[in-house]
């Protein structure tokens, strides 16, 4: 059986079921990650998601640090939002790989309704695994809450960092965890039933603090590892309270809302594990090939 079917079969069925869009178009408002909100703003009340997105990707673009015209590659760019947001906001070429071509077609359609023009966003259908660039012609690569889908780690930050110029920026947006066999039973529990259901099948290598050595081992230099878990977790709890009161609370579910049980278990799951047991951490990990 080749990679693709058998590493990759957790991942490409989580993505491909059509419930799954519905979910990111709907409660994630199309693009495919949390919001943030800066801690000192205060009134959860007041949360929006869409601002929350938005501030996300402006991490994402500061973290870059890239000038205008520069060539990024959006490893696992799902519907094309941060790749748009980047061209938008950072004047930068953006070339976004996914697996899946479903989210690769709506990419297309949603920066040509965007009017980005020709050439300033790509998007081609592949695995981040095996990119079909030469080596040298990135100045940034980034992931945006995909990587621990990779199974095969190494393989694909070697990837990242062939295609990289000497002195490109590697950025990250990734959550870590501790190790499994620490967690209490059942956040254990909790935390195994999400990584299987979702195909997070490297995330068992990303516990706390670990990130520098992985990156080192690759070759990477200057990394830094920042934990903005605090102003994620008002996306996470209202995640949760949707959730409860959707799925859980008799009598709520809106007519036609179908469950989507995956997304349920994980929005039920991660809100109480991370703001109560602080297991688990959202990070903007990155770091330069050197010059
Ligand atoms: C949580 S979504 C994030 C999408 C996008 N980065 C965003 O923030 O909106 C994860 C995406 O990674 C893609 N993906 C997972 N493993 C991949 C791989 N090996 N190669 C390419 N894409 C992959 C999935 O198809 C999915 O679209």
Redesign the pocket.
Known sequence: MSRTTEQ?SG?LSY?KTPKKDSY?CGKLMG???FGYMKPSLGDWEQFNPLEAQHNMRELLRESLALPRGACVL??????G??AEHLRRYGGYNVYG????QG?VSIADKYARARKSPDGSTNFIV????RIPFLADSMHGVF????LC??PYLEE?LGEFYRVLRPGGRLVL?EYTIPPLEEMNPLAQAIAKAMIKRTGMSSIHRFTHGAFPDILSGIGFRNIDVRDITEGVIPHWRMLFWQAVAENVLPGKRLPGSEINLTNTLASLGIYPTADLWNLWRYNIVSAEKPG
């Open positions: 990759m991942v993505y990111y693009a495919c990650h959006d490893a696992g760019s799902g519907y939002v941060v790989i996914d697996l899946n989210r592949g695995d981040y695994g992931t945006c809450e995909t889908h990779a694909v947006h």
